[in-house]
Nanobody, 123 residues
Framework: QVQLVESGGGLVQAGGSLRLSCAAS????????VAWFRQAPGKEREFVAI???????DYTDSVKGRFTISRDNVKNTAYLQMNSLKPEDTAVYYC?????????????????WGQGTQVTVSS
């Protein structure tokens, strides 16, 4: 059974940092691209960052220079380091794994999803 389990969310003041983790089990982790999405109340789930199985990364414009995605294929874990957090970063953050995708934003391209972790940034 495939599981993606996010952790590391919480409440932080604006300007602070958090590191999210996504621990994977039941799949060949190294064969999958891993992405982070987020969903704020009343909004659609949106793409945040992705790391390919080769380690190539891509980010949505609003987090470039502040967020860093990484992965450890030995630990079967992906990370999202979030610095200089803003209130508008407040959302539930989800990790997702894709064996193949054409568009990073296409939620249907992701085979597995985690349950999400809440990130709240106070002003």
């Amino acid at each position: 059974q495939v599981q993606l389990v996010e952790s590391g969310g919480g409440l932080v003041q604006a300007g602070g940092s958090l590191r999210l983790s996504c621990a994977a089990s039941g799949l060949s982790f190294g064969a999958y691209a891993v992405a982070w999405f987020r969903q704020a109340p009343g909004k659609e789930r949106e793409f945040v960052a992705i790391i390919s199985r080769f380690g190539n990364t891509d980010y949505t414009d609003s987090v470039k220079g502040r967020f860093t995605i990484s992965r450890d294929n030995v630990k079967n874990t992906a990370y999202l380091q979030m610095n200089s957090l803003k209130p508008e970063d407040t959302a539930v953050y989800y990790c997702a794994a894709s064996i193949y995708y054409r568009s990073r934003d296409d939620r249907n391209a992701y085979n597995f999803w985690g349950q999400g972790t809440q990130v709240t940034v106070s002003s």
